[in-house]
Each structure stands twice: as structure tokens, then as C-alpha cells.
């Protein structure tokens, strides 16, 4: 009897565990309604032309057409414009991690004068809006020469206030007894950051980077103001001027907007664990 309690116990909580709450419930809808433009936008981009075009367009696509993909991608500079996006957003992202990283962890435990003040004017700049500030920008890289190249897409977000606020509180709930026992070792500053901090610190760098991607992604103000050329276009900017030239080939906007969003997705996907990870840590904090 007694040993068949445990397993009775066992039972009862994985079939609690199969049971969906009623909070499960609840969501349930709103994901699906989050779901169905999705669904929706990939069933167009397979559809044709003329079902686009009848009146109410179908909602499920009667078969699979691949004409707007392949016309999007050779009629277009679809290719060169994501390209760009992926050297863009790549660049952002990788500066962002190592320069936020460090400042957050300078803001944590170094001990300066103006420290505090300094951390509070760094999260006070995110209460102006980038509108104020888009025509001294532009005229700055105008005198550098870096109007109409990649380089002026990057270089105004190679650190941002949340990323740098997101480390600073972190660290601040990094126990500091793994960094003393590293320095008793003989471990440098630096080192300490390298080879303690950063290692335990992955889940608010993939959170950052997540964050960070998504937003250069899908920028579209600042692209459309420094670039000039249409080949150096991000994909954002890019599909909207095509939106403008092609406005009834539904089946080309339907598909260069999947494409956008995949890959979107797919980064949210392999960093979705750490994270919710990192949010909870900022919660618990």
C-alpha cells in the first residue's frame, strides 16, 4: 500500500500536468487570434493573382503558387535588401552585447564619482523621442561622409539606454562573491568580466540581443532618411517603396512580407528560453 502511493501520486500529477488551467484557457483565444494574420498572410503569398483579386478573396489557398516568391526575387533587389538587413542587424547586435554589457557592468560595481547621475542621464535619453533628434544626427553623418551607406544605420545604435539599464540591473543581482573569489585567484578585472561575469550573465545577453534584433529588423524610419540609394535599402525600407510601385501584386507583397518575418521568428524561437529566463531574473530583482 505504502509503495503504491507514490506512484498513485506520480499519476495524478502528471495527469494535473496534461490538464490544461484555466489561465491556458483564457489564452488560448487571443494566441489563435494572434495567429490567424499570420496564417492568413502565408496562405496569400501561395495564392495567385486572381484569387487575391476576387471579391471576398478566399481565406485558405486552394494550392500552392510560388509565382510571387519567384518574381519577387528576381524582378526585385529583394535579395540585396535582406542582405543588408542581416549585416545591419548583425552588427547592431553584437556591438550592443559587448558595449552594454561593459557599461552595465561598470554602472554595477565600479565606484566613481557621478555614477548614479551619469546612469540616470543615460535612461533619461530614452525619454526623447528620436523624431527630436533625426535632423542634428543626419547632419552629423552628412559632414562624416556616411550618408547613403550602411555604416550610418549602424553606428547611431552600437549602444542603446535599455540595453546598458537591462545589464546594469542585472549585475546588480550578480552575487559578487564569485567575482572576489576569482580576484583572490589572481584573476584580473577583465578576466573576472570574461570568464565569470559573461558566462553566468548569457540569459540577459540573449535577451538583449533578442531585443536588439527585433528593433534593428524593423526599423524603417531612420533607413528611410540616410539612405538615398535603393540598393543599400534595408528590407523594411525596400518593401515598402516596392508596396509603392507594385500596390495590387498582392501575391510579391504577400511573400517579401513572409520572408521579413521569418526571420524574426526564428531568432525569438532560439532565444525564447533564456529570455523568459532574463525577464524573471529582472522580476525577481
Known amino acids: ?3 503504491g502511493r507514490p506512484a ?3 499519476a495524478a500529477g502528471r495527469r494535473s500536468r496534461r490538464l490544461p488551467s484555466p489561465r491556458h484557457l483564457a489564452l488560448l483565444p487571443l494566441s489563435l487570434l494572434m495567429v490567424v ?7 496569400a ?3 495567385t493573382r486572381a484569387q487575391l483579386n476576387r471579391f471576398p478573396p478566399p481565406i485558405l489557398p486552394p494550392g500552392v503558387d510560388l509565382t510571387g516568391y519567384r518574381e519577387l526575387l528576381s524582378d526585385s533587389e529583394f535579395p540585396r535588401w535582406f542582405l543588408n538587413s542581416v549585416i545591419v542587424a548583425g552588427a547592431i547586435v553584437v556591438s550592443q552585447v559587448i558595449l552594454c554589457s561593459m557599461a552595465g557592468y561598470a554602472f554595477a560595481r565600479l565606484r566613481f564619482v557621478g555614477r548614479r547621475v551619469a546612469l540616470v542621464l543615460v535612461i ?3 525619454l526623447i523621442p528620436f523624431q527630436l533628434t533625426v535632423i542634428p544626427t ?4 552628412h559632414k562624416l561622409h556616411m550618408i547613403n551607406t550602411l555604416g550610418a544605420l549602424i553606428a547611431p545604435q552600437l549602444a542603446s539606454a535599455l540595453g546598458v539599464y537591462l545589464m546594469t540591473s542585472f549585475f ?3 552575487p559578487p562573491e564569485l567575482e572576489e573569489a576569482a580576484r583572490m585567484d589572481g584573476c584580473s578585472r577583465w578576466g573576472v568580466f570574461f570568464r565569470v561575469v559573461l558566462p553566468v550573465a548569457r540569459p540577459a545577453l540573449a535577451a538583449l540581443a533578442v531585443i536588439t534584433f527585433i528593433y ?3 526599423d524603417l524610419f531612420w533607413p528611410m532618411v540616410a539612405i538615398t540609394s535603393k540598393e543599400n535599402l534595408t528590407v523594411q525600407a525596400g518593401l515598402t517603396t516596392f508596396q509603392g510601385q507594385h500596390r495590387a501584386d498582392w501575391p510579391q507583397i504577400m511573400a517579401g512580407t513572409v520572408l521579413t518575418t521569418v526571420p524574426v521568428l526564428i531568432v525569438f524561437l532560439i532565444g525564447q528560453r533564456r529570455f523568459v529566463q532574463a525577464l524573471a531574473g529582472a522580476v525577481k530583482g
Open 216 to 218: 534593428a529588423w524593423n
Open 8 to 10: 498513485a501520486a506520480q
Open 1 to 3: 500500500m505504502t509503495g
Open 172 to 174: 546588480q543581482n550578480f
Open 124 to 126: 533619461a535619453t530614452t
Open 37 to 43: 494574420p499570420f496564417v492568413y498572410m502565408l496562405g
Open 45 to 47: 503569398s501561395v495564392m
Open 138 to 141: 543626419f547632419l552629423i553623418f
